[in-house]
Nanobody, 127 residues
Framework: QLQFVESGGGLVQPGGSLRLSCAAS????????VGWYRQTPGKEHEGVSC????????YYTDSVKGRFTIFRDNAKNMVYLQIDSLKPEDTAVYYC????????????????????WGQGTQVTVSS
């Protein structure tokens, strides 16, 4: 059965770190672009980061550059988001998504092109 699940969220103090995981079964995640999005109450999904399915290029929104890192472990069929130096404004539900279509332009896929979405994992940054 096809499955796509993210995990790793939790309650962390400012300046702390988390590693979010995106795990796939039933399909090969290396064949997909993978994006991380986050959502806070009353706001639209915000694109955080993505990694391409072709050459492994990565992209980040300005507010997380230098603090967040996206990477793959193809042997485990997983993608991770390492988040360091967490700030209270990083508090959100984080989602990963996978897109099978080849990129036509550099950058992350448009939101509507993603084929699969995880259920979300809560990240709370508070003292």
């Amino acid at each position: 059965q096809l499955q796509f699940v993210e995990s790793g969220g939790g309650l962390v103090q400012p300046g702390g770190s988390l590693r979010l995981s995106c795990a796939a079964s039933g399909f090969t995640l290396d064949d997909y672009a993978v994006g991380w999005y986050r959502q806070t109450p009353g706001k639209e999904h915000e694109g955080v980061s993505c990694i391409s399915s072709s050459d492994g290029s990565t992209y980040y929104t300005d507010s997380v550059k230098g603090r967040f890192t996206i990477f793959r472990d193809n042997a485990k069929n997983m993608v991770y988001l390492q988040i360091d130096s967490l700030k209270p404004e990083d508090t959100a539900v984080y989602y990963c998504a996978a897109d099978a279509r080849p990129a036509v332009v550099p950058g992350c896929p448009p939101l509507y092109e993603y084929d699969y979405w995880g259920q979300g994992t809560q990240v709370t940054v508070s003292s």
